[in-house]
């Protein structure tokens, strides 16, 4: 079947499912595959609980005349998110990045909803799956998109850039992250830049560059045109940081505009993470977005999703980043909490996961930089962290600190909580 007459059976039942357990009455269920299920198995189920068509890709499951027979479902899914895209002609900011892209994204979203009706990936809904249903979102009354892409191999952004043809783009960073997937810090280059790789076959194209970052200037060139923030001079929005008592509050500035700074006090954690703020102010100006609006925009952000968020308990303040954790973003975290003014410092850090045959060294590196940031009180969680030499406390997983918290909690302390997602840490604000 070609993809457009997909898009108008889409066109008349226009609801997708991918999960059979949710089946909208008219909707239709593409039977994607993981690596644990097939979701061709569950086609008629799909059918019976209210499912107008099904879309399968495995002939022995084409049992029903409902049934739509694809060479490949995802490919399918995919194709018909592009095709759906494409009947829009509104500017798509294309977002990817090591470190902060979900961060970027809201931040832009929120500045730019000053102005303009914006659809933005919803939380983290940034791979091959989660990009085609953002791009479903997309609907008339949508004046810009905001779309994150997340990678954890070669050639993941080159798919999701070409299911999203982004009109601007974005990247936050390139650091150590993945390495298991991409094999080296090349690898990671080479992947976050073929978001540039696209832009570049755009003469209208804008991309917004982070200048401070060399990573990202080697592989710059040749883009059609670049709007330049960071906090050095000649760039088109700069910003310096006033301090991190613990929210992050600074200034910035407009290149082309004659009024000055502007000052901004936010509810973020960290100040690597007003090079995130600076990459929303760039695009909301390039957009036509009021500096006051700006200023008003990142000011009533409210991070949630244990991302660089300060929860304050009965007997402790707590910094939450128990998200995601890698080198880069663990080591700005540490850094960020050395140089905070603050009393009772005391640092519970989770394993950076996904860093294949470089995991070892990297979890040595990171106990090296606690011991010279001086943080005395530190656990390490996980199997990793275990295996390196350190003066610091050791708990094999979360159910042991959790035993620990039980047998003594800390009180009057500032807790910076960080680790890859599958330590769970993030269940331990509630017993702090």
């Avoid at 090079?275 to 695009?283: P, S, W």
């Avoid at 905070?340 to 950076?352: E, R, S, T, Y």
């Avoid at 962290?385 to 042991?400: H, Q």
Wanted: hydrophobic share 40%.
């Amino acid at each position: 079947m070609e993809i457009s007459e997909l898009y108008s059976i889409y066109a008349a039942n226009p609801v997708l499912t991918t999960d059979s357990r949710n089946c909208p009455a008219g909707s239709i269920f593409f039977a994607l595959k993981g690596a644990s299920f097939d979701g061709n198995r569950f086609a008629a189920a799909a059918l019976e609980k209210g499912c107008a068509r099904v879309v399968v890709d495995n002939p022995a499951y084409a049992t029903d005349p409902r049934c739509i027979l694809v060479d490949d479902c995802l490919q399918a899914f995919q194709q018909l998110a592009r095709y759906h895209r494409r009947r829009f002609s509104i500017p798509v900011i294309g977002i990817t990045g090591t470190n902060g892209k979900t961060t970027t994204k809201e931040l832009v979203s929120a500045v730019l909803a000053r102005r303009y009706n914006v659809l933005f990936t919803e939380g983290n809904f940034n791979n091959d799956i989660g990009v085609p249903k953002t791009l479903f979102r997309l609907t008339p009354e949508h004046d810009i998109a905001v779309v994150e892409m997340g990678a954890s191999h070669p050639g993941d952004i080159r798919t999701l850039v070409n299911l999203v043809e982004p009109t601007c783009g974005l990247i936050t960073n390139v650091g150590r992250a993945h390495l298991q997937g991409f094999g080296s810090l090349d690898g990671v280059l080479h992947t976050k830049g073929e978001l540039y790789d696209f832009l570049r076959t755009d003469k209208d194209s804008v991309t917004f560059i982070n200048t401070d970052n060399p990573l990202l200037m080697s592989i710059a060139d040749g883009l059609p045109r670049t709007v330049s923030y960071g906090r050095g001079e000649g760039v088109a929005v700069r910003g310096e940081v006033i301090g991190c008592a613990p929210f992050l509050c600074f200034r910035w500035q407009a290149e082309a505009a004659d009024d000055g700074w502007h000052e901004v006090s936010t509810h973020l954690i960290g100040a690597y993470n007003m090079d995130n703020m600076l990459a929303a102010i760039t695009v909301g100006l390039h957009f036509g977005v009021a500096p006051a609006d700006i200023c008003r925009a990142l000011e009533d952000y409210v991070p949630g999703n244990n991302r660089s968020q300060l929860t304050v308990t009965a007997t402790n303040r707590l910094i939450v980043d128990a998200y995601n954790a890698n080198p880069t973003s663990m080591t700005a975290a540490i850094e960020n909490f050395r140089d905070m003014q603050v009393d009772g410092k005391m640092a519970i850090l989770g394993d950076m996961g996904e860093l294949g045959d470089v995991s070892a060294e990297e979890h040595r590196r990171i106990v090296r930089l606690l011991e010279d940031a001086g943080i005395a009180d530190v656990w390490l969680v996980g199997s990793e962290f275990g295996r390196t030499e350190s003066p610091f406390r050791k708990f094999a997983d979360v159910g042991e600190v959790k035993a620990a918290l039980a047998n003594k909690r800390p009180e009057n302390r500032c807790i910076l909580i960080k680790g890859s997602h599958s330590t769970r840490l993030y269940e331990l604000p509630e017993l702090l």
